[in-house]
Nanobody, 124 residues
């Protein structure tokens, strides 16, 4: 059973930075994809970035490309989201997600089966 625990959210002024972490437990191998999604009040959940634990693949939505960086620590089975040049429109509840199908990775939400509880990011 895969469990995801996020941390690192908070409040920051526009132009500032935050780093989110997501620790995964229960994976039996590293051939899976993990990602970050976000949902702002009144809006649909949207994908932010994804990373393949078994290789070098990373994926970003156009709205965060160049500002956010997703990375991983395979020893800890943890992924990170370094967010820079934050904007008020980045305010949302950020969720960590993990895929249930091996050897596939990308930004499609249908790929993801396991979800964390979310961590709030507020940019003012």
């Amino acid at each position: 059973h895969v469990q995801l625990v996020e941390s690192g959210g908070g409040s920051v002024q526009a132009g500032g930075s935050l780093r989110l972490s997501c620790a995964a437990s229960g994976y039996k191998s590293r051939t899976y994809c993990m990602g970050w999604f976000r949902q702002a009040p009144g809006k649909e959940r949207e994908v932010v970035a994804a990373i393949y634990l078994g290789g070098d693949g990373t994926f970003y939505s156009d709205s965060v490309k160049g500002r956010f960086t997703i990375s991983k620590d395979n020893v800890k089975t943890t992924i990170y989201l370094q967010m820079k040049s934050l904007k008020p429109e980045d305010t949302a509840l950020y969720y960590c997600a993990a895929a249930d199908v091996p050897f596939r990775c990308g930004l499609g939400s249908a790929l993801y089966y396991h979800w964390g509880q979310g961590t709030q990011v507020t940019v003012s």
